[in-house]
């Protein structure tokens, strides 16, 4: 078992940052690949971010254009996700996850994180 507890969420308003942290517990964080998915009210479930375990790769959904970064520690167990230029339409819960294998959007990845929220205000 992989526990995942996110963290950083808020309230921000357009143009503004937030960087989301994720803390992992239990089995070996580095061997997991990790990434961050959001879900928006009455939407579906989109892949936001995400790093392979060494951190040599990174995947980002074809709509972030470069405001997002995903990053990880794996000293820390942690993976980060640095978000700038922030609009009303990034407003969602936004999960961690983990996963043995590389992730593509459409991947059901094993282990969630509770969510957190973010929601930003024009």
């Known amino acids: 078992q992989v526990q995942l507890v996110e963290s950083g969420g808020g309230l921000v308003q357009a143009g503004g940052s937030l960087r989301l942290s994720c803390a992992a517990s239990?089995?070996?964080?580095?061997?997991?690949?990790m990434s961050w998915f959001r879900q928006a009210p009455g939407k579906e479930r989109e892949f936001v971010a995400g790093?392979?375990?060494?951190?040599?790769?990174?995947d980002y959904g074809d709509w972030v254009k470069g405001r997002f970064t995903v990053s990880r520690d794996n000293a820390k167990n942690t993976v980060y996700l640095q978000m700038n230029s922030l609009k009303p339409e990034d407003t969602a819960v936004y999960y961690c996850a983990a996963n043995p294998t590389r992730m593509v959007p459409t991947t059901t990845p094993r282990y969630w994180g509770q969510g957190t929220q973010v929601a930003v205000s024009s």
């Open positions: 239990g089995r070996t964080f580095e061997n997991y690949y």
């Open positions: 790093i392979s375990r060494s951190a040599i790769t990174t």
